[in-house]
């Protein structure tokens, strides 16, 4: 743009110069030539000859009044050159330093720099239209993917709600399906131990009935009657526990035993799509946290936190006595403790329901404090080094999600990663698949 104007001035200067000095000269030729017209009007007159020596001057007279015109024309834009070469000075000055802030911007946008040479300010303002075009076209580009980025959290949120609402649907049709089990459980119990008691009855009844014939032939009626009673309280007894017993068997088939089955069948399955629920939702709201609990730097943590992971980082090398020693030396001079440390299985960064539960309880205890947690996550030396880390600052995230569900209001939490490591057990793999949670005192 500084060229263009450097040139426009120039050629402005030269236009407002050049005609000046023809308009001169022409005017001089023209009164030289108008002298001229009477003498070369008599003598044509009076002589051909004459006439044509004159029309010979004049054409002589014009060209050297051109080439006057033209020495005037370049000792004009010679002194106007060296008169506005200071201009020219700045200008070029100026031109330098856009070019040099167009060149920087162009390499942070990953285009190449402009020519060296500036000589058509028109093909340069081209180019940079046509850069801008471009930058355009990126910053649309980009607000397009962060549109479609934010629809994607909308739905992972709509999903996860969406799911938080089947899981309370799922609990509650697991406690109605237990309610009725344990009812006929306690059915089916009941219904043993009558059926254990029939039997019972009809081995007394068979049994005196055995006596009464025996003593069928004897003159003893005192021991006919009081057998022929037993007998009769027997079969009363007996009587009424099979009533008992096709009361139940009544009710038995009234909810049939294939509904019972398919009732417990459906509630396996309905604990086994609970149980994925439940981690899908732990996985999803790890992934959602993610950006406000992960930690990439120490620089961006709080001041204790800050100190509590520089002092981790190096105790790398230290065995399990000099770990505990530091542990305890931690503990006193900066307040801080571990309250949990969390197992893993092998490549994965899931935490059982069981697990959660001994976090809320550790976590209920600690309500009234005001307490930083740091979440430290760690992975075993097997595998590659990047995938390690990317594990362990996954465990991390996980567990750091749960603590900021359970945790007071006024109770911060965080999670950083220190990937492989063997510093809990050089030979055992799942001792150092583990996060430790620290409680620091503010």
Not at 289 to 305: G, M, N, T, V
């Amino acid at each position: 743009m500084e060229t263009e104007k450097a040139q426009d001035s120039s050629n402005a200067q030269t236009n407002n110069t050049g005609p000046n000095a023809p308009n001169g000269l022409i005017a001089e030729a023209q009164a030289v030539i108008d002298s001229s017209k009477p003498s070369a009007t008599a003598e044509a007159h009076g002589s051909q000859t004459r006439s044509s020596l004159i029309t010979t001057s004049l054409i002589s007279l014009i060209v050297f009044l051109l080439f006057v015109m033209l020495m005037l024309s370049i000792s004009s834009k010679s002194s106007q050159s060296l008169g506005g070469s200071e201009g020219l000075t700045a200008l070029e000055l100026n031109n330098d330093q856009l070019r040099a802030k167009a060149n920087a911007e162009r390499a942070r946008n990953g285009l190449p720099p402009l020519p060296p040479s500036s000589a058509s300010a028109f093909t340069t303002a081209e180019r940079l239209r046509k850069d801008a075009k471009s930058l355009a076209s990126l910053a649309s580009n980009w607000e397009a993917e962060l549109e479609t980025k934010n629809a994607t959290i909308a739905e992972l949120q709509a999903q996860q709600a969406s799911r938080d609402e089947m899981t309370k649907f799922l609990y509650s049709q697991i406690a109605t399906l237990k309610n009725q089990a344990t009812e006929s459980a306690g059915a089916a119990s009941q219904l043993v131990i009558l059926s254990e008691e029939l039997k019972t009855a009809n081995d007394q009844i068979e049994r005196y009935r055995i006596q009464l014939g025996e003593l069928q032939g004897r003159p003893s009626n005192d021991q006919l009657s009081d057998i022929r009673k037993q007998l009769n309280e027997s079969l009363s007894k007996n009587g009424k526990l099979q009533l008992q017993i096709d009361d139940l068997l009544k009710a038995a088939n009234s909810t049939n035993s294939k509904i019972y089955d398919e009732a417990l069948t459906e509630i396996e399955n309905l604990r086994g799509d609970n149980h994925k629920q439940r981690y899908e939702v732990q996985r999803l709201r790890a992934e959602l946290d993610h950006p406000a609990l992960f930690i990439k730097s120490d620089k961006d943590l709080p001041a204790e936190a800050a100190r509590l992971y520089a002092k981790l980082t190096t105790l790398e090398d230290a065995d399990q006595k000099q770990l505990g020693a530091a542990y305890e030396d931690i503990r006193k001079t900066m307040n801080a403790q571990i309250i949990h440390r969390q197992t893993f299985t092998k490549g994965s960064s899931r935490i059982t329901f069981d697990r959660e539960k001994i976090i809320q309880d550790i976590l209920d205890k600690r309500q009234d404090r005001k307490s930083l947690f740091l979440v430290i996550g760690y992975a075993s030396v097997s595998g590659k080094a990047d995938s390690n880390r990317e594990l362990s600052a996954k465990r991390a995230t996980t567990v750091a999600s749960i603590v900021n569900i359970l945790k007071a209001d006024d109770q911060q939490v965080k999670a950083v990663y220190l990937g492989e490591t063997k510093r809990f057990s050089p030979d055992t793999e799942i001792e150092n698949q583990i996060c430790e949670i620290w409680e620091i005192k503010i």
